[in-house]
């Protein structure tokens, strides 16, 4: 870096550009200078209303780079008041890519990919008297527009930590800066010291800041001045991110509350963490946690300090019981350290705390530890660590999150030692016992064998020490660079970590009142090193400090801190003791002189106990053993041997008789530990004995065998037990009072390969590499029983329900043993390699072995002697990597899995027979990978699914279909190693899967980028892991057996309770973080409670005064700046289209191809919503339509002018919503909508224009009064807010789009003046918006406490209007002030004449009168001024959803279908102040004018003003014209309420017919598109229709199938039924004239097809091909068979839900009709909720020899098949399944209709289409004219007349 050197220490960004010339910067917008006031210099001013229009941008080009490397970059600046500011760093990382890093005021979230960050930047206000009662109290964590008091700042981003932090990636240098307005600007500089803007020059220089200690004052020309006398942090603000030990919200950039002592310069080159309250992580800053400090005062600063590191992780103990003492852990990762140069000695890490009760190691990221550099020797590290948190890591943001979180709680482990056997303590209390267990510590109650962990090593522990009241715990762990924990062991949390460099770590031992910690290991060059360190204020938060350290070449195996001197250390090894002593900082050591026993190989070393602290040291005595069975008594004051004993082997003097051992001359037993208390010593020996002597040696009073050597001793505090733990894996304690020895672990000295689980009485069974298989009980984790062989074992297998288990063995022999009679039951020596795979079949009544050498043999399981079935060579792939489980059986026994017979093919064979069913080769399913792809695992799914997962040797899963081979989806990258095993649950909702040390659960549904969970503590990779059989806990082997509990919420609770449970929030304190988890049984069989799910931040109150307001005073309430953010999508015009999609697009279409890629299906996962609010109990309140169809938001419509269909004709109204119908009888507009179409009809000519802009139902409509202008609303398509459309009447164009409400719109209006306009949301949202008419910007919004249902202006007064809900009436009042509006409310109760009512419609009568009506059929009068309601009548007997008011006439529409017009006349006369009940009291009289009953329920009208004539449209589908002169009514529209099943035209073209789901058959004329005659069937559904071949009108005749099985034919010119038919008895699916007229062929739902004759109804003929499957088409065609070896002059087809297709050649008058083809087209089996796409086909018109089939399969396409060359001759891909289709004669045009509702119209030579997305439903049919020159597509009650101008 030494061309790098300039940049130190400092560079001055604008200097080193000269920014003011701009030629190598950029500006942009309204960018000024001007001189500050404050800081009296020159300052940049970046203004405008758009941030991301006004910018400083440095360098000026993005080819060019500042090449900045310093590792801090500061930005000088102060944020405008009440303004957005953003602001841009490009930095470099050593990779290569460019990672952009963003912070805003604007940002309400921290988000995070690969190469982006963004924080959310909180600006603080000054502290000037307002402060002490706003800042201080305001609310953390809200991110806005800067205050008024904003101060200036300067920001310090620690860009190397940060990068490191978040994207594990590493700084190079920072590329470019990009500041956007809003903001003031004085420099920016980047450097690698840390500067402190709050010392000054000389400070610096009084408190020895200098720039090699990488510390430092800001300079002179970049600091703020600061007047004599004033504190810089009272003027200024100083932030630093990422900082450590703030308690301030997670990944924002703000000030914190830091005490002034905990922020000295010396620890920012030193970095601590302070202690820090447990919090909960809210949803969007789950996976990263920051903390942020602002440095608020001057800071004294030390000298000469230590610098402590701080990247090294942090992970806390967690427990099985729930106590408040007991934490959980961190799940941090370590980070890469920097050691290029001395002023950056070190990587910060931000600590990450965590507050959650999982025992596990949780980590989102794949790589769960990097490995570090080295670093200098004399470089130590120490820090105090917080209260652990619970962390989800994550580099990518995840689409959808699995819970519970954690999903997996480690409950319990099998196993002790793993570095060593010589670690176990016992605590103060003698109740618990702490010992090693690989990587994980464990602490165990003796009393229960209930364990708790402390977790945070990641490699085995080789050490443990205790303080004297056994408070502080340390342990070290081996490897190249071993790492040492201190931990509060009452509470559970790590209080300190540092590293020695030192691998080997032997021996810690603390000194008894823990202020002295001393260890011993070996340093790079293999000697031995000791390390003293200070710990007296780590439990306060303080430093670790090293006091001593030595090298030297004397072998030292342990060694101990005197427990009467925190100075003085004794040490034993080969061939020397030695006492240690620590003074003025050095550390020195002088031998005990052994004389003629100096070569001799010392094992332990203690002190004898019991003796006063005070006690003379000329009477300390120090005990040693050695390996050939001394023991040494050493006068610690003479440093010489007091006496020394030998323990002998026992004499053998008489058979069967053993002497007492004594210390004579002989060979000596080896003595591995020695523990002495007050009044004995123990002593453990390498002959497996435990023995316990007085403190003379006289004789042994007691002792205990074990079964191998005992490796290690220890006496409890209070003498009462010895602790024992044996070289071969168990730990025991004798009661020396009751001479009783209790195991408390037996474990594995090896490996685990592989364990099976009896489920039955929860017993387990493990093999190992020691050796041994062994059963253990689950619960009580004791060792039932021990198999011992000269073999190894390899796998095992437990029968399904019998006390049975069987064993391979690397020999290849199986043996199969009971367990009640502890008797071998069969031993099979067909194999002759290792067992690889060992299963029982769930039945239990058949057994499987495997070995490497690719046998597979099959036993009756059935029989106690388990004989061989069958055995078949080479089905497997050879080799052992595939143990333990290279078999898998399916959960109904039918199938059995392996690989084989090589590593590329994994084979489904019959259980029962092992006949192969089915063969997948895995190495072809990935062509683009340069590799062949083998698998490694096979599991089956349960057997609902039909799915065989597949893991690969690219680290790939595979979902393969079991009946067809078919793959179905596939994950990657699943692990960063290989996956060795996996595993799927019962329910088939979780996947589980294990690779190198990680254990990750998945959704079994996932797709890529879907969330998983992974949970780290293995030290060696995992061999297994699976599910228990009771599906409440996970078993994973490898170096231990680890016991987890499985969190996962059953499903009948999850879905009864999915409101009340998405809402629980962790109720959590400081003192406890172990998450609630009693209440459903856990895998111990103890119950628990349904894991809480984690939840985001309870959401914003809106609170609002409406509801507090009576009818009292009125209740003012401003919304213009309720929120901090006017919600930008108010108003925005239509702009030019930016698809990137070219303006002409083509399909793939393939020629004869054979077969086509294979795509991945995904399954879409299920999100659970809250708690939704509950719909109001009236049908004024708009719902839309239950929908499952979503829009493909791909598809884009043509471009004006282009389009290859025009839309014709919309018939049909949208009886679903409400108040979408418009008219305006001055000016002639009349508009409706339907579906997504808004139809603007000229009623004087017919014709219809339309305007499309919505993609979804639309609710409502509103018109001007000048009638220029339309609103619409409509729903927001895939969750969006909803979309109103401001339309310009005159040229057909959309003007402006509003997106505002979340929920759907339930009324719009308009001012009298048209100067405002209001918007209503339906009862999700109930929210009242008011807008300018003329910019459409919002100026006001109210959201109110219940649902709203109706709103209207004063016809009079354009500052009023109303608004009527389910909470009652609001009185609006708008106020204006200059540019502002307020809309001010009050709410007014229903009157309690009228009881319990929700207000469902409204409308002003004169200037002073309000009508509003009920849900129960009252209309209420009310005063406007007052608010008071003056009288009420009933008016229906039912709910009145329509109100319209003009003169003295009152029009009410209701439910029941009564239109009523009132005379209200007399209101006249009411008087304000009075109150009149219906009328009585004073005689005022409302009298029913006329009345007519309608078709339907009233849902809108418009009348004239004076209400003679109107329009009315009703939930029929129905849009009526009204005089109420002549009593007349006229029906303008006519649509279908119900779906409509099928639609089709006459020959002639002169009439169309449509059928529906009411069973209605309506015959329509064209082009007036008038309805001519309409059939109704009662109680039936009509699902098809079809016309005879006759033209003649006379003789035209409509057929129509219905649900009973009857067909109906009906003749045109008499509008009568002319016969009905009964050819089937179940529903009629389709139905079709022959070519000829002369028959009728329908089918049904079995798959029947009747042939009919039309002139007699008798069936002719029944076709059972295709019986069992529903047929979806039949098309008959005019064409001689000749050609294809068959008489017949007409074709005809059938396609069925199977994917078949029979194609028939017929002569009806000869009764001829023979089969031509059958067509089947294969498919993977379907997962999908609903049903599979509708197999269809038709013939070709312009070659009707070819038949045109799409339908579900192995891909979406459309499949022309030759008739004559029996051959698929041409495929069209298509994105989506279709749902229906139509070939057009004219121009080889097809039309596609799909799910997500597009309509595709598509040129079948060369697949050029276009988009149409004029539905908001899915496509059901599609049909063309005769002629080809008409289309019509239907979508549910929508029918769209398209006119076809061709592509």
Request: proline share 5%; with cysteine; glycine share 6%.
């Amino acid at each position: 870096m030494a061309s790098k050197g300039w940049q130190h220490p400092y560079v001055n960004i604008f200097k080193h550009v000269k920014v003011e010339d701009w030629k190598r910067s950029a500006k942009q917008g309204e960018v000024s200078t001007h001189t500050d006031k404050r800081l009296k210099c020159s300052v940049f001013r970046i203004r405008g209303p758009v941030p991301a229009n006004s910018y400083i941008l440095v360098p000026k080009n993005s080819s060019q780079s500042l090449g900045l490397v310093g590792r801090y970059f500061y930005l000088l600046f102060r944020p405008a008041p009440g303004k957005y500011f953003v602001a841009h760093l490009d930095v470099s990382v050593e990779e290569g890519q460019v990672v952009r890093i963003s912070f805003s005021n604007m940002f309400k979230e921290f988000k995070s990919t690969a190469t982006s960050l963004q924080f959310p930047f909180l600006c603080g206000a000054a502290k000037d008297p307002l402060y002490e009662s706003t800042a201080k109290s305001a609310r953390h964590g809200v991110v806005g527009p800067a205050p008024a008091s904003v101060r200036w700042t300067c920001l310090m981003l620690d860009l190397q930590c940060t990068l490191s932090a978040y994207l594990n990636r590493c700084h190079s240098q920072l590329k470019s800066v990009k500041l956007c307005a809003n903001m003031e600007v004085k420099n920016m500089l980047t450097s690698d010291l840390l500067l402190d803007p709050g010392v000054s020059f000389s400070d610096a220089k009084r408190m020895g800041l200098a720039s090699s200690k990488g510390t430092g004052p800001m300079p002179r020309d970049m600091s703020y001045p600061v007047p004599k006398g004033v504190s810089w942090h009272d003027l200024y603000d100083y932030i630093r991110f990422p900082s450590e030990g703030a308690k301030l919200p997670f990944d924002s950039i703000q000030k914190g509350n830091l005490e002034p002592e905990a922020n000295c310069v010396s620890d920012q080159r030193s970095p601590t963490r302070a202690e820090s309250s447990c919090v909960n992580l809210s949803q969007p800053v789950q996976d990263r946690v920051s903390h942020i400090q602002r440095v608020t005062s001057p800071k004294p600063l030390l000298r000469n300090r230590t610098p402590v590191v701080t990247d090294l992780p942090d992970l806390g103990v967690v427990s099985t019981q729930q106590s408040a003492d007991w934490l959980s852990h961190n799940r941090d990762q370590h980070q890469q350290e920097s050691t290029s140069s001395s002023s950056r000695p070190f990587t910060c890490r931000p600590p990450w705390d965590t507050d959650d009760g999982g025992v596990h190691v949780h980590v989102h990221t794949e790589d769960g530890f990097s490995e570090r550099e080295e670093e200098s020797e004399e470089e130590f590290v120490c820090t105090p660590v917080p209260h652990p948190v619970h962390l989800s890591l994550s580099k990518e943001p995840r689409q959808e999150k699995l819970l519970p979180d954690p999903i997996l709680r480690l409950d319990r482990i099998i196993g002790f030692g793993g570095a060593t056997t010589k670690c176990a303590l016992w605590s103060k209390s003698g109740d618990a016992v702490v010992y090693p267990c690989h990587a994980i510590i464990v602490s165990m109650t003796i009393s229960s064998n209930q364990q708790r962990f402390f977790i945070g090593h990641t490699d085995k522990v080789s050490a443990l020490a205790f303080n004297g009241n056994t408070t502080l715990l340390a342990s070290a762990q081996t490897g190249n660079h071993s790492v040492v924990r201190v931990w509060n062991y009452h509470r559970g949390n790590c209080l300190a970590m540092f590293r020695i460099h030192a691998h080997s770590l032997s021996s810690l031992s603390f000194s008894y009142g823990g202020g002295v910690l001393c260890g011993v290991g070996k340093d790079s060059h293999s000697k031995t090193m000791v390390v003293v360190w200070n710990t007296s204020n780590v439990s306060k938060g303080g430093e670790v400090t090293i006091l001593a350290k030595a090298h030297t070449d004397v072998d030292v195996l342990t060694m101990k801190v005197a427990f009467f001197d925190d100075t003085r250390m004794v040490s034993c090894g080969r061939d020397n003791i030695r006492l240690w002593r620590v003074r003025n900082g050095t550390l020195r050591s002088c031998p005990v002189n052994l004389g003629e026993y100096h070569s001799m190989d010392f094992t332990d070393v203690t002190f004898e106990e019991g003796n006063s602290s005070n006690q003379h040291l000329d009477e300390r005595t120090l005990f040693a053993s050695s390996r050939s069975g001394y023991i040494f008594e050493i006068d610690y004051s003479r440093v010489g041997i007091r006496n020394v004993r030998r323990l002998l082997p026992a004499q053998q003097q008489h058979a069967n008789r053993r002497e007492k051992l004594t210390f004579n001359t002989g060979p000596g037993i080896a003595i591995n530990s020695i523990s002495v208390s007050s009044s004995f010593c123990s002593t453990g020996s390498e002959d497996g004995f435990l023995r316990l002597w007085p403190l003379d040696f006289s004789t042994i009073f007691l002792e205990a065998e074990h079964e191998g050597p005992v490796s290690l001793v220890s006496v409890s505090s209070d003498g009462l037990r010895v602790l024992a733990a044996s070289s071969t894996g168990s730990l025991g304690f004798l009661d020396v009072s009751s001479r009783g020895y209790n195991t408390l672990m037996r474990s594995h000295t090896d490996a685990v390969l592989g364990f099976s689980v009896d489920g039955v009485r929860r017993h387990l069974t493990t093999a190992s590499s020691d050796g041994t298989v062994r059963i253990w009980n689950m619960d009580s984790l004791h060792q039932l029983y021990d198999f011992v062989s000269e073999d190894g074992p390899s796998s095992v297998a437990f029968h399904p329900s019998e006390q049975v288990f069987s064993c391979g063995f690397s020999s290849g022999i199986v043996r199969v043993f009971d367990i009640s009679s502890a008797k071998m039951l069969a031993e099979h020596k067909q194999h002759r390699g290792e067992v690889v795979g060992l299963a029982f079949s769930p039945d239990g009544e058949f057994m499987y072995s495997a070995d490497s050498q690719g046998s597979l043999a099959l036993y009756n399981a059935s029989e106690e002697n388990h004989n061989v079935i069958r055995v078949v060579c080479n089905a497997l792939a050879r080799g052992t990597e595939r143990a333990p489980d290279a078999l898998t059986v399916s959960s109904d026994s039918r199938c059995l899995a392996f690989i084989g017979p090589s590593e590329y093919i994994v084979t489904i064979a019959d259980s029962q027979s092992l006949d192969e069913l089915l063969h997948v080769d895995v190495s072809i399913l990935d062509v683009q990978s340069p590799r062949l792809d083998s698998a490694l695992r096979v599991c089956f799914a349960p057997a609902s699914t039909e799915h065989l997962l597949v893991a690969t040797s690219a680290n790939k899963i595979l979902w393969v279909s079991t009946k067809t081979g078919r793959l179905l989806r596939e994950v990657s990258k699943v692990h960063k190693h290989q996956c060795s095993s996996l595993a799927v649950s019962e329910d088939s909702r979780f996947l589980l899967t294990a690779g190198h040390n990680a254990v990750k659960v998945w959704d079994y549904n996932t797709q890529l980028d879907v969330s998983s969970q992974m949970f780290i503590g293995h030290s060696q990779p995992i061999r297994q892991v699976s599910f228990t059989p009771d599906q409440l806990g996970v078993v994973s082997v490898g170096d231990a057996i680890f016991l987890w509990d499985f969190l996962a919420h059953p499903v009948e609770p999850l879905i009864k309770d999915s409101r009340s449970s998405l809402r629980l929030n962790y109720i959590s304190t400081p003192k406890s973080a172990q998450p609630d988890v009693s209440g459903v049984q856990l895998s111990n069989g103890m119950p628990r409670q349904t894991a809480p799910l984690p939840s985001s931040p309870p959401s914003r109150l809106d609170i609002s005064t409406l509801d507090q307001v009576e009818q009292g005073a009125l209740g003012s309430l401003s919304i213009c700046d309720d929120t901090p953010t006017i919600p930008t999508a108010a108003a925005t015009g239509p702009g030019p289209s930016s698809d990137p999609r070219p303006a002409v697009s083509f399909l793939q279409v393939t020629e004869l191809v054979d077969t086509s890629p294979l795509n991945t299906s995904h399954m879409n996962t299920v999100e659970l919503k809250g708690k939704k609010p509950v719909r109001p109990d009236c049908y004024r309140h708009f719902i839309p339509r239950f929908k499952t169809s979503t829009l493909d938001q791909a598809a884009v419509a043509p471009q004006p002018g282009e389009e290859g269909i025009k839309l014709k004709a919309v018939i049909g109204y949208n009886g679903n919503g409400r108040g979408n119908m418009v008219w305006s009888p001055d000016q002639g507009l009349f508009a409706y909508s339907c579906g997504c179409v808004v139809v603007v009809e000229y009623l004087h000519t017919g014709s219809q224009r339309h305007l499309q802009g919505h993609s979804e139902e639309i609710s409502c409509l509103a018109v001007t009064n000048d009638a220029t202008t339309v609103a619409s609303a409509a729903g927001g398509s895939n969750g969006s807010k909803s979309l109103i459309c401001i339309w310009d009447v005159q040229n057909g164009t959309c003007r402006n789009t509003i997106s505002y409400h979340g929920g759907a719109v339930q009324t719009l209006a308009f001012s009298r003046d048209d100067r405002f306009f209001l918007s209503a949301g339906d009862f999700s949202d109930p929210e009242v918006a008011l807008w300018s008419s003329s910019t459409f910007e919002l100026l006001s919004s109210v959201r109110v406490s219940g649902p709203i249902h109706d709103a209207a202006f004063s016809p009079s007064t354009a500052s009023q209007l109303a608004c009527v809900g389910s909470q009652g009436a609001y009185f609006c009042l708008i106020h204006t002030h200059g540019s502002d509006v307020d809309l001010k409310v009050q709410k007014v109760k229903a009157p309690v004449e009228v009881g319990d009512v929700e207000l469902t419609a409204l409308c002003y009568h004169m200037d002073s009168f309000l009508f509003t009506a009920t849900n129960r059929g009252h209309v209420c009068i009310w005063d406007v001024n007052t608010q008071r309601c003056l009288m009420t009548w009933e008016a229906d007997q039912e709910e009145i959803g329509v109100l319209q008011c003009r003169g003295n006439r009152l029009l009410t529409g209701s439910n029941t279908r009564w239109l009523r017009l009132w005379e209200v006349d007399a209101l006249q006369d009411v008087k304000p102040q009075e109150k009149y009940c219906d009328g009585e009291d004073s005689g005022i009289m409302v009298v029913l004018e006329q009345e007519i009953m309608l078709d339907g329920t009233t849902i809108s009208a418009a009348f004239d003003n004076t209400m003679d004539m109107g329009i009315v449209g009703t939930t029929a589908g129905t849009i009526w014209y009204i005089n109420w002169s002549d009593s007349s009514s006229i029906r303008l529209v006519s649509g279908h309420k119900a779906k409509v099943n099928d639609v089709g035209f006459s020959a002639d073209e002169r009439h169309f017919a449509t059928c529906s789901e009411d069973g209605s058959v309506r015959v329509w004329s064209v082009p007036g598109n008038e309805l001519v005659v309409q059939f109704q069937v009662l109680s039936q559904a009509c699902g098809c229709v079809c016309w005879s071949p006759s033209s003649s009108k006379e003789s035209a005749c409509v057929a129509a199938g219905y649900s009973d099985g009857t067909l109906r034919i009906f003749r045109l010119s008499s509008s009568e039924m002319e016969m009905k038919l009964h050819p089937h008895q179940v529903a009629v699916t389709a139905m079709q004239y022959s070519a000829h007229g002369h028959v009728i062929l329908s089918a049904g739902k079995n798959g029947l097809i009747a042939v009919s004759s039309p002139v007699n109804g008798a069936t002719i003929r029944v076709v059972k091909d295709h019986k069992g499957a529903p047929i979806t088409t039949i098309q008959c065609v005019n064409e001689q068979c000749k050609n294809f070896g068959l008489e017949g002059n007409e074709m005809w087809l059938a396609a069925s839900a199977d994917r078949r297709v029979s194609v028939w050649a017929a002569d009806w008058l000869k009764d001829k009709c023979e089969l031509l083809d059958w067509l089947t087209f294969p498919a993977p089996a379907y997962f999908g909720d609903d049903r599979p796409p509708p197999s269809l086909a038709a013939f070709c018109p312009a070659d009707p020899s070819l038949v045109v089939y799409t339908g579900y399969g192995v891909e979406k396409e459309l499949s022309f098949y030759s008739l004559a060359k029996k051959q698929i001759m041409k495929k069209i891909a298509l994105p989506d399944w279709a749902t229906c289709f139509s070939l057009s004669c004219k121009s080889q045009l097809i039309a596609v209709g799909s799910k997500e509702r597009v309509l595709k119209l598509i040129k079948s030579t060369s697949g050029r289409f276009q988009d149409f997305l004029q539905h908001s439903d899915s496509l059901q049919t599609c049909r063309f004219s005769p002629s080809g020159t008409l289309l019509f597509t239907l979508a549910y009650n929508e029918i769209l007349l398209w006119e076809v101008q061709g592509l």
